[in-house]
């Protein structure tokens, strides 16, 4: 089996930089960082610069993520006896959890709809034949470093190796993250893809998470995609404004805004409980920015597999500004068949919450199928 451990989001952020600190402390003002960019044509993430200025808000929580199983367990009052599969699914597959998003736990339940998506458990480590540890097949698709396209017109680009949570089911759990994380320069090199290639129109920031990286490492990537005509939309999949929403701050906001791209923003939650009123805050400064939210969730057995979960889980998502995009089955990642909920289920599950939910709520039912030119509905 092949595992990683996930670069150290700090470490990495810094290595990768564009070499911009002649802004100096002016850095955290967004005018100043647009200014800075244009200064920076020739990136070199060799040069390894002090920051002259704090770090922002979010990047001290997300450093701070609890990233201890034992942690994680004492801090939700969670009985020993979780504690040796947690230890045993971790060593597969690290725990990360921010603790903005722990707070919206139940203390004492290991059935809470949010814990079970991040606690390690026995079962990660029992293999299941059909479960594999790349069943999207991304890797057949990479036609430069950090690049996948598998679908007419959108081109994926692997933003950043980490992610600010750790998801137990996410079929990239076992990504080659160390092979497919580029550089700046040699970003500006696969994006000759993008350039040369006017069918494309749609470029999507995924991870790991984009939004785990620095403002100015995706300023610059923005401004890099909006100097190619043809492309129209920049699409961003992030669970980030979920799990750390005061990662959609000013900086973030300020070179959003600035792109002449449409923007789609893609969030992820799977359960209603995941959106509180700072979430929900978050998605109104995006939504003030010009950006069309949407969500995607995955069906997760004892997460949200009833049909009362989900359509709490839409209505939740209007009320937020967010309609939902999908609702993916799982894919069979070694490690998560655990989540598994049968298709059979899943289309009664989707007929019963169109049961009760006004059309434009319901999330479309899709498995993703390798070697396929796009998500197959179910
Ligand atoms: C899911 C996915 C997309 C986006 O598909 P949409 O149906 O447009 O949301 C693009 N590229 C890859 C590789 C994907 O897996
Ligand atoms: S946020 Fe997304 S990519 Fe990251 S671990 Fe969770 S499911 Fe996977």
Redesign the pocket.
């Known amino acids: 089996m092949i595992t990683r451990s996930p670069a150290p989001l700090q470490r990495h952020d810094e290595a990768e930089e564009p070499a911009i600190a002649t802004t100096g402390t002016a850095a955290l003002t967004t005018t100043a960082d647009t200014t800075a960019i244009t200064h920076v044509d020739v990136p070199t993430d060799s040069e390894h610069t002090a920051p002259l200025s704090l770090p922002p808000a979010w990047q001290a929580q997300l450093s701070g993520a609890i990233r201890d199983p034992r942690e994680l367990c004492r801090r939700l009052g969670l009985d020993e006896r979780w504690l040796p599969g947690a230890e045993a699914g971790h060593s597969l597959f690290e725990v990360r959890v921010p603790e903005a998003f722990l707070a919206r736990m139940r203390p004492g339940d290991p059935g809470d709809p949010l814990l079970r998506q991040v606690l390690p458990l026995g079962e990660e480590t029992q293999p299941t034949p059909g479960y594999v540890a790349d069943p999207l097949e991304e890797a057949a698709h990479t036609p430069a470093k950090g690049l996948i396209h598998k679908y007419h017109g959108r081109v994926l680009l692997i933003t950043s190796p980490a992610?600010?949570?750790?998801?137990r089911?996410?079929?990239?759990?076992h990504f080659p993250y160390a092979e497919n994380s580029p550089s700046m320069a040699q970003w500006d090199a696969s994006l000759d893809t993008l350039r040369n290639d006017p069918s494309i129109t749609e470029a999507i920031l995924s991870?790991?998470?984009p939004l785990a990286t620095s403002d100015r490492r995706l300023a610059w990537l923005s401004e890099r995609l909006e100097a190619i005509p043809h492309l129209k939309r920049l699409r961003i999949h992030t669970?980030l404004p979920v799990v750390i929403p005061e990662r959609i701050d000013a900086e973030l906001l300020g070179w959003l805004g600035a792109t002449r791209l449409q923007k789609v923003v893609v969030l992820?939650i799977n359960h209603a409980n995941e959106i509180d009123e700072s979430v929900i805050a978050a998605c109104r400064r995006l939504s003030d920015a010009g950006v069309t939210l949407l969500n995607q969730s995955v069906l997760l057995r004892g997460v949200n597999d009833t049909v009362e979960t989900l359509a709490a889980l839409s209505e939740r998502l209007f009320e937020a500004g967010v309609l939902p995009y999908y609702l993916h089955v799982l894919d069979p990642v070694t490690g998560a068949a655990h989540f598994d909920v049968p298709d059979d289920e899943a289309r009664e599950l989707v007929a019963g919450l169109r049961g009760v939910l006004p059309g434009f709520l319901m999330p479309r039912l899709v498995r993703e199928i390798p070697g396929k030119a796009s998500k197959t509905p179910l």
Do not use: W
């Open positions: 992610c600010a949570v750790n998801c089911y996410c079929f990239r759990r991870g790991g998470d669970r992820h």
